[in-house]
């Protein structure tokens, strides 16, 4: 495998605006970064009680916008980069590997950076990983979850400082994730991004009086309202995607 991969989360203010307030990665040749920003917005109360960072905390940090690091390419000692320039540049030579991908993505589109190549492992989680022979969706696709389910958390070492909501916490995890995806399947890392630009994979019916049935058995006992369904969850489309992908092929 010659891609180079960088493994990356963020924490934000809130789901809304998503003002960064914490950037981690790893990259494959060995890169880090974790940082700390203050924000432009203030932090919500509920995304405190997900990732416990503080205006406190973040009281003396610099901002995204100010915040500089060292040019490996300058042969002067104290020659630096704004940290949006040096993102893009890792943004032209890595692909970006994420947890449901298109938060972070926003995330650091709104401070102008844009990442073209990714994959999604929540995506891919979700088209690889079903129970009952991969005829059924997981309980859930969250980092976490699949952290505890796949046994990722058994060879995890003491130096990877693994904690639910940590920005670097989490790309432990989501670098052992990848791993273990590339290692029990036959996609490319072509594939996965070509899944990271679909919608997610589902098959099982969320809500309703079908609640719990698959797409699959759905489409064989009651055909016709899979199709009304179809036509009236036009504000889900992942839902609709996949109804469609199941009538097309039954």
Known sequence: MNNKFLFFDTETTDVQSKDIIQLAFVTSDGKQFNEYFKPEQEITFGAMAVHHITPEFLENKTTFKGATVKDENSLTL??????????????????????????????LKKKGVEVPKYICTLKVARNMLGEDDGKKDLESYSLQYLRYYLGLYKSETENDAVMAHDAMGDVFVLKNLFDYLVKNSSLSPENMMLISKEPQFMRNVPFGKYAGYTLEELVKIDREYLEWLKENASDKKDLVWNIERVLTNN
């Open 78 to 107: 104290f020659s630096e980069l704004s940290l949006s320039k040096y993102l893009e540049k890792l943004a032209q030579e890595y692909i970006w590997v994420a947890h449901n991908a298109e938060f972070d993505l926003e995330v």
